[in-house]
């Protein structure tokens, strides 16, 4: 029997042209390999068209290119876009669209409670034969907020954590998500957005393209550290997408060693973390998140004072509020005693309800009150606007069902 063939969308860089070099073939033959699969995100070898006939059909006696299938595509009122994606081997994961994207990358600001905070504006000038360099203050009034398009990728198949007021929890652990299946998740969004009308509501409510990546969907990316890396140094290729680090976001229910990690190898990786608290206390925490119990907060907290921030760079904390159980006037206070320490912001996600979990959204004068102690006590402080929630695609909501949902008039649905 013949052995299986490489698939190339796991590759990196370097393993590409290392897998070039089991061929025969010279390191630019990697790099031309490699912007194929990952800059041009082709699905077969057949379209590689500046390799030869030959060589066309040598490489792809030894590889294939894997590529996950649209099971079903959901759009929400909001122009949220929900993608299921199947895998090779038939499993389900879920990723969102999210327009203006205020799911916790660079900037929060789009929601109107939330603090101005500018969008990352380029940092200069190209126009003159000097690049000019935008002092600070200048920039929000130069660069106003330009159209974000964040997209919330997957790392696992379910998760294995058990947070009790998250729906993928209730799917208990599937597997680890491989490199080229998280960066085929972006690779799919992005031919899907070229193709779409200009009247489509995606499009009319972000940019055309995915600006910001967080690792929010499915699973708990630091579970997957390896193939989360790998993942993050493909996409950031200069010959693959070359997307920038700053704009992608991990998110870690608080595994303190792989944050240790993380702390160690922050300054090359460069991307942003967000942990996720939820609770002001030990005591609400470990019933919330049971991994609680084996990393307590104050460990958390230590773990996360390692990863080395520059000078413009925070961590984000995010917050589940969770009507009477954690979002008294009291946890504001102790929440704002944890982390002032720390450079960070605090996105505050007010519960999005799923049938799987007893708890209830907070009203929305509580949010705010909580909101407005927080920020009393001089911490950056945003809402997440709820997107996507009648598609189940805000956060804690995908659980990728078998079933499609059921007909919502208001929801056109796309199946494929
Ligand atoms: N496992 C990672 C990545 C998942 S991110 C993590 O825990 O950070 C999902 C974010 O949504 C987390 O901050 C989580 O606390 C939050 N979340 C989960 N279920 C939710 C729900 N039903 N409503 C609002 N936020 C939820």
């Known amino acids: 029997m013949s052995s299986p063939r490489t698939n190339l969308r796991d590759l990196t ?4 042209r290392a897998f070039a070099a089991t061929l025969g073939l010279e390191p ?11 800059g041009r995100a082709v699905d077969s070898v057949e379209e590689m068209t500046d390799l030869n006939k030959k060589l066309r059909a040598e490489l792809g006696e030894q590889a ?5 299938g649209i099971d079903l595509e959901q759009i929400s009122r909001d122009g949220t876009r929900k993608l299921r994606l199947k895998t090779a081997d038939g499993r389900m994961l879920e990723t969102v669209l999210i327009p203006d994207g205020d799911a916790g990358a660079e900037d929060d600001a789009t929601d109107e409670t939330a603090e101005a905070e500018p969008a990352e504006p380029d940092s200069e000038f190209r126009g003159g034969r000097k690049p000019v360099v935008v002092p600070e203050h200048l920039q929000h009034a130069l660069f106003p907020q330009r159209p974000k398009l964040t997209q919330c990728v997957s790392s696992q198949v379910g998760c294995a954590l058990d947070c009790t007021f998250c729906a993928t929890a209730k799917l208990g652990f599937g597997r680890n998500l491989t490199a080229g299946e998280i960066v085929d998740q972006v690779y799919r969004a992005e031919i899907l957005l070229r193709d779409l009308p200009a009247d489509d509501p995606t499009r009319r409510a972000g940019a055309s393209h995915i600006t910001n990546i967080v690792f929010m969907g499915m699973g708990e990316p630091l579970h997957n550290y390896a193939n989360v890396v790998r993942a993050l140094g493909i996409l950031t290729d200069p010959m693959g997408q070359d997307f920038s680090r700053r704009r992608i976001t991990l998110s870690t229910a608080g595994l303190v060693p792989a944050i240790e990690k993380f702390a160690g190898e922050a300054t090359a990786l460069q991307v942003n973390l967000a942990v996720s608290l939820n609770a002001s ?31 413009r760079r925070r961590v984000t904390f995010e917050y589940v509020l969770l009507d009477g159980v954690n979002d008294a006037i009291e946890d504001a206070v102790a ?3 944890l982390v002032r320490s720390i450079p960070c912001k605090v996105n505050l996600i007010p ?12 009203t929305d004068a509580r949010v705010k009150a909580f909101q407005e102690e927080l920020r009393a006590r001089g911490l950056a402080v945003y809402v997440r606007r709820s997107r996507g929630d009648d598609i189940d695609a805000a956060c804690g909501q995908l659980a990728a069902k078998a079933a499609p949902p059921t007909e919502n008039p208001l929801v056109p649905l796309r199946t494929r």
């Open 335 to 337: 929440l704002a005693k």
């Open 13 to 16: 860089h370097e393993e590409t």
């Open 351 to 362: 519960w999005n309800p799923h049938p799987l979990s007893p708890y209830r959204r907070p």
């Open 64 to 68: 294939e290119i894997a590529r996950l």
């Open 281 to 311: 206390n030990d005591r609400v925490r470990d019933e919330l998140m049971p991994i609680n119990k084996k990393y307590p907060i104050a460990r958390l907290l230590e773990a996360v004072r390692k990863v080395p921030l520059d000078r």
């Open 28 to 38: 630019w033959r990697g790099d031309q390999i490699f912007r194929w699969v990952h």
